[in-house]
């Protein structure tokens, strides 16, 4: 299978609820992760655009935001959990939020699930995977800021994450600095739009 190719890409929907999201029947690909991880940089690095927004500051994406890709399916970035500086009434808002669209939303046919290998898995990452797991939906674990990290601590990060989220399975590494990654994730999503 051949990487999907981003001819085009706009920003179709921001919206606080899933279910004020599009409503028409293309696919969609979810991008999850903590605050912070790099969900918007990867996308933006997909994209070859600056259309998310980025910031060192955790919590910047608070909607969920569409992006119709090549007319053909969404890709979504979400809010990031365990952002410890918001309210908890908001917090569980958004934890709510997000894991009633990954239950619930039927077009959802991957999730991209990012992972920091410099920080040790979380139980929101845990309750991530196992969300995704129990809807029945494909998860693609990917290691985000993999330029940060030497080659024999992201192989021994990329061991750890198999064990403990992958069911075995180890995470593709990414990095929106050089680029590695991209070809497999857009593979990935290739797969999972034509399954
Ligand atoms: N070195 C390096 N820094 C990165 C990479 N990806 C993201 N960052 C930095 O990490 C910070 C957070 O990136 P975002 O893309 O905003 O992260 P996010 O997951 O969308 O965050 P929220 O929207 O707050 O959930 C920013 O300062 C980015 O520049 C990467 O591949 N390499
Ligand atoms: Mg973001």
Known sequence: MSPVRIASVELRATVAQ???????ALPQVAFAGRSNVGKSSLLNSLFGQRLALVSKTPGKTRTL???LVNQQCYFVDLPGYGFARIGREQRQSWGTNI???????RRLRLVVGLI???????????????????????????????DRVGRGALAQAAARIARELGEGVPPLAFSAQTGAGHKEILTAVAKALAA
């Open 18 to 24: 899933h279910s004020q999201g599009p409503n028409d």
């Open 65 to 67: 935001n569409y992006y």
């Open 99 to 105: 894991t009633s669209y990954l239950r619930e939303e």
């Open 116 to 146: 920091d290998p410099r920080i040790p898995t979380s139980p929101l990452d845990l309750d991530l995977a196992a969300f995704v797991r129990q809807a029945g939906t494909p998860l693609l674990l990917v290691m985000t800021k993999t």
